[in-house]
C-alpha cells in the first residue's frame, strides 16, 4: 500500500496452503520490513497452520477487515481496478490465457506503481466501520 507496489499470484484454489505460499513469497520479496496485511474475515487466514507459521515471522501483522466492509480492503479495490481494465469485456479462451491476462496487468500496474491514498481519516474509517 504504501509504495502501489502489488505482489501477486494466480491460485486455482484459496486454501491455507496457498496463503502459507504467497506469505513465503512476501517473506523473500520484502526482506527487513514489517508488514502490516489487511485481510478479509476468511477461514484461510485464519488457519492453525497459518497461526503457527505467522509466529515464525514476527514482522507481519494481520489486520481483518470487518464482514461486510470489503470497501476498507485496499486488495479489494485493486480487485477492482483489475477487473476494470484487464478482465472486464476480455475475451479469455483458457483460464491460462486469462491468467496471462492478469499477470501482463500486475507488471504494467509495478512500472508505474503508486501508493494508494486514503481520503478520509482513520476516525471517519473507524467511525463508519462501527455501524
Not at 22 to 40: P, R
Not at 75 to 101: K, P
Request: contains cysteine; charged residues 25%; hydrophobic residues 40%.
Amino acid at each position: 500500500m504504501a509504495t502501489g507496489e502489488v505482489i501477486g499470484e494466480c491460485h486455482p484454489r484459496h486454501r491455507h496452503q496457498e496463503f502459507l505460499k504467497f506469505l513465503k513469497q512476501l517473506d523473500k520479496e520484502v526482506s527487513g520490513k514489517e508488514l502490516h496485511l489487511v485481510l478479509a474475515n476468511y477461514g484461510t487466514h485464519k488457519h492453525e497452520k497459518v497461526q503457527r507459521g505467522l509466529k515464525r515471522h514476527r514482522r507481519f501483522h494481520l489486520h481483518f477487515t470487518p464482514t461486510g466492509a470489503s470497501w476498507m480492503d485496499m486488495v479489494e479495490i485493486w480487485f477492482g481496478i483489475l477487473t476494470n481494465q484487464a478482465i472486464r469485456r476480455g475475451s479469455f479462451d483458457s483460464v491460462g490465457h486469462l491468467v496471462g491476462a492478469i499477470r501482463a496487468f500486475l507488471s504494467r500496474w509495478n512500472e508505474g506503481d503508486r501508493p494508494f491514498v486514503w481520503t478520509k481519516t482513520a476516525e471517519q474509517i473507524l467511525a463508519k466501520a462501527v455501524r
